[in-house]
């Protein structure tokens, strides 16, 4: 399937690399289609891209680049995900200001059932301040969640 992006052009999208949210998103609770693109040239950034509205997509990232680690516990399993935890990144609205994430909200996803979901954690339950470290400290991709994840080159 083709997917108009409207920062990153048309993009074919296959079945498998499809994401569905388990919980919607705060904010967001009738979309439930995302993909994932990732443009090489922006580093560890991924695109969380909406398939039911073109103009929306938020800038994601491994949270370890941001040194942020979260406790497993009763909803959080990080083996049985495959995927880090990604963090929205908020753009910084003046030149010079630091990237800003939402460090105690990360979205999950699990990549064997294809569906992601953010998850709240309580403030004990995350190790790390949330400033960047660079992707020096991101987790090494496994192959399962490279495959779910298209490569793009801006238009």
């Known amino acids: ?21 388990s919980l919607p998103l705060a904010g967001f609770e009738d979309l439930r289609e995302f993909v994932l693109m990732h443009v090489p040239a922006q580093g560890p950034f991924l ?12 800038v994601l990232c491994d949270a370890a680049c941001f ?14 995900f495959l995927a880090p ?3 929205l990144v908020m ?28 998850q709240v954690f309580e403030p004990e339950h ?3 301040e949330g400033a960047w470290v660079g992707p020096a400290a991101c987790a090494p ?7 779910r994840i298209i490569s793009v080159q801006p238009r």
């Open 67 to 80: 040194g942020l680690r979260y406790a497993a516990g009763a909803e959080y399993e990080p083996e049985l």
């Open 91 to 118: 753009l910084p609205q003046q030149p010079g200001e630091p990237l800003r994430v939402h460090r105690q909200a990360p979205v999950l996803f699990d990549v064997h059932a294809g569906t992601l979901r953010q």
């Open 1 to 21: 399937m083709a997917v108009h992006a409207t920062r990153l052009g048309l993009v074919e999208v296959a079945d498998s690399q499809r994401w569905t949210c």
């Open 141 to 147: 991709v496994n192959a399962a969640w490279a495959e």
């Open 126 to 128: 995350v190790q790390g």
């Open 47 to 58: 695109w969380l891209q909406s398939l039911e509205l073109p103009e929306l997509a938020f």
């Open 85 to 87: 935890p990604c963090v």
